[in-house]
């Protein structure tokens, strides 16, 4: 992530096409990881127990952001380091 603000911060400095195409293929990439690390770790929400509903539809609620009284945190799979 640090990488694509640095290079946009340098396109915004000097627009470039070249500079534009870096950032664009940055961003991607960035954003690829970040689909990725979220995909997975909604996976690993899912109760090893199928028949737990009770945790499965708090799951299912959490990822279609159903749960509008709580505060808006940035969610772990962000944090870890790896996005």
Sequence with gaps: MDDRDSVYSCYTKNPTPEKWNEFKKIRNK????IKKAEKKYHQDQFPEDKKDFRKTWKVLNNVMKRNSNKKHTTPDYIHDGDV
């Design 30 to 33: 960035v954003d690829r990881k």
